[in-house]
């Protein structure tokens, strides 16, 4: 699992590709602290094709500050609006395990599917982006949930990727997830809810 603490860079933020070990370099030998305001601007005003923003339809929608409080309730709560999800991933690209959201998202897309032909499609996908060894966005399972997925591929079935998912969701409920609501983002978050800081906004 990679962890880094270090802030991302705002250009990097717009378009959330994987960092090079470049610009890893770069975000090391940088400030240790990035100015959040601009990532909020970035997240109100943005309506980027290429931006993990483009789960946000209506390009002049703010959450409100009921919205971004409950987002503090739970995990649930935070991926259940779309406003909330978008921010989380964001907060996860900065601290470089974006991956496990990524994972999460992907295994929700595959509950959905109902062909036979659509699930091994979707499996197969899955297994080489996040689960084989060396996968580009290898997540971090234990062998015997690695092995039960390894074993379902050849006839996968809705719960295929079940127990992974749930072990991404505990990781990210009890450590990305308590980080991102104590975040200077998080803060920022509120206070452009509450109408304040008015200089941030479109």
């Not at 601007?41 to 483009?54: A, E, M, P």
């Not at 500050?65 to 991933?89: I, M, P, R, T």
């Not at 997540?139 to 379902?152: E, G, M, P, Y």
Request: charged residues 25%; contains cysteine; positive net charge.
């Amino acid at each position: 699992m990679r962890e880094n603490l270090t802030g991302v860079s705002y250009q990097s933020m717009a378009f959330p590709d994987c960092l090079t070990p470049t610009d890893l370099l770069a975000e090391k030998k940088g400030m240790k602290r990035k100015n959040w305001r601009n990532r909020i601007r970035f997240l109100l005003k943005t309506n980027s094709s290429k931006s993990v923003l483009r789960l946000m339809k209506n390009r002049s929608y703010r959450p409100s500050a009921d919205d971004v409080n409950q987002w503090a309730q739970s995990l649930e709560k935070l991926l259940s609006h779309k406003y909330g999800k978008a921010a989380f991933c964001i907060f996860l690209k900065s601290e470089f395990c974006e991956e496990n959201i990524e994972f999460w998202t992907a295994c929700e897309d595959f509950s959905t599917l109902t062909t036979h032909t659509e699930m091994a499609s979707k499996a197969n996908s899955i297994y080489e982006e996040f689960i084989k060894s060396e996968a580009p966005k290898e997540i971090n399972l234990d062998f015997h949930t690695r092995n039960a997925i390894v074993q379902s591929l050849h006839e996968p079935t809705t719960t295929s990727f079940l127990a992974a998912q749930r072990k991404v969701y505990s990781l990210m409920e009890n450590n990305s997830y308590p980080r991102f609501i104590h975040s200077d983002l998080y803060k920022e978050l509120c206070v452009a809810a509450r109408g304040e800081g008015k200089h941030i906004k479109s």
